[in-house]
DNA sequence: TCCTGCATTTTGATGAGTCAAAGTGCGTAG
DNA sequence: CTACGCACTTTGACTCATCAAAATGCAGGA
């Protein structure tokens, strides 16, 4: 494979360029961190998993960007991407959720099927293409799915938010976030109207039941498994 | 690097899908093919300069190649593509010619500097990209640069086109395609107003001087040396 | 004909990324 | 306190694409 034409690390005077797969390694770990929201270290079986490979491969490729500098690890009990590795993961997102809001408001596909797409072109957009489409889309700040853009420069502020189960009941509120890639669940969602932006109230919730009811801009009434309903995000109307 | 989600060999069922490189290769085959417009074999020094790589690497890639069935390899004469590898780097040469027009078009990129970023772009787009892209831009036929762009399905018809050197003279001609990708030259051409659509005349031809002089657009005059005027080609008004 | 020059081919090595399978270590159940 | 199981690590091998450098073969000049 031929020298890749893409970010350069800046904040590492000289390093190599990162290939398209210490990206993705780097953005899985950072989604990884993410989830499990403690600033604990993700362990070699989960980074395995999430990247598809056999856990060894992700041993020896986690040691080999522990030698860039880009995450520490620890032996036998995981890695964590430092504040280097980290910078790169969110350039990484940036061009991952800048594509696929492209993908959606400027091509036209369908919010289900742009994430596979978007892990394409992540890798291959350069600095100057990605400016030229966040200024098209008017610099937006998040993705079809909700999820939300790094800013190309600058932290990102992370409002937490409530899913279908722990957020207020018979109350109107707004679909904001809907976190999950999988192609089935999303044509689901889209099936039910539950896109990001909808408008529903949680009417009720049944602990044993492990399942949430709920009312769509008035109309329609659903019901969803905890599983489903903790994939949807709400903020207040 | 990873698996690749792109264009499957419809053609040879079950074929292994062609790596970046491997579109590369046959690219720049379908490329010089041309260029020595016989159906003769390019050498393999031709095509190492071409891929900027050595020798050797162009030999054994090639044999690869051959091995696929994509490519028919004459040891020490040189390589030509089959109908197969023909059809799969016009695949790659269609998507590359309208991802060009895409980004001058829709991301209002320049001219001079599209072609290189077509290149890494032109092996992370799906079919399903492509035809958003096709229909967007209303199924072009040419890229910025007047080349053609390889039809989804059907040959190409190749309108012979007389450059600045075997034109007719004194005759208002359109500029309809100019072949270098380099920037710098594209800048050039950019100055002088020369880009595909100008209208201009050729005044004369100094066969030992290897110049000619050109009217634009019945303003400027220009003098062309023969290495830049065998760069521009025109058509009737 | 013989020889030389040069393009081409071969050979051996390298780096990236991966897998299979064997080895290791640590928490916990007994 | 010991041992088991499971997660993790190591090892050896493989593929792809590449280079450096040595070997080869052909075309043309003497």
Redesign the interface.
């Known amino acids: 494979?031929?020298a890749?034409?893409?970010t350069p690390l800046d904040f590492l005077p000289d390093a190599p360029m990162a290939?398209?797969?210490v990206e993705?390694y780097l953005k899985q770990l950072y989604l990884e961190q993410q989830q499990a929201h403690a600033a604990s270290l993700v362990p070699m079986g989960k980074l395995a998993a999430a990247m598809g490979v056999v856990p060894g491969t992700a041993t020896s490729m986690v040691k080999a960007l522990a030698d860039s500098g880009l995450v520490t690890y620890e032996p036998r009990s995981g890695a964590k991407l430092t504040k280097g590795g980290e910078q790169l993961a969110l350039h990484v997102l940036r061009r991952h959720r800048l594509v696929e809001l492209f993908?959606v408001k400027?091509?036209?596909?369908d919010w289900s099927?742009v994430h596979?797409?978007a892990?394409?072109?992540e890798?291959?957009?350069?600095e100057?293409?990605l400016d030229?489409?966040d200024a098209?889309l008017e610099h937006p700040s998040v993705d079809p799915h909700g999820d939300p853009i790094p800013p190309a420069k600058g932290k990102m502020v992370g409002t937490r938010q409530h899913s279908l189960l722990d957020c207020v009941l018979h109350t109107p509120l707004r679909v904001a976030r809907v976190i999950d890639q999988e192609p089935a669940f999303l044509q689901f969602v889209n099936r039910c109207g539950l896109t990001p932006g909808t408008v529903l109230t949680v009417k009720s919730r049944e602990e044993q039941a492990a399942a949430v009811s709920i009312t769509i801009a008035g109309k329609a009434t659903l019901a969803l498994g905890s599983a489903a309903a903790g994939k949807i995000f709400v903020e207040p109307v």
Do not use: W
């Not at 890798?123 to 350069?126: E, P």
């Open positions: 494979m031929r890749e034409a893409r290939t398209s797969t993705d993908l400027i091509l036209g596909l099927e596979a797409e892990d394409e072109l890798h291959a957009i350069s100057k293409v030229r489409i098209l």
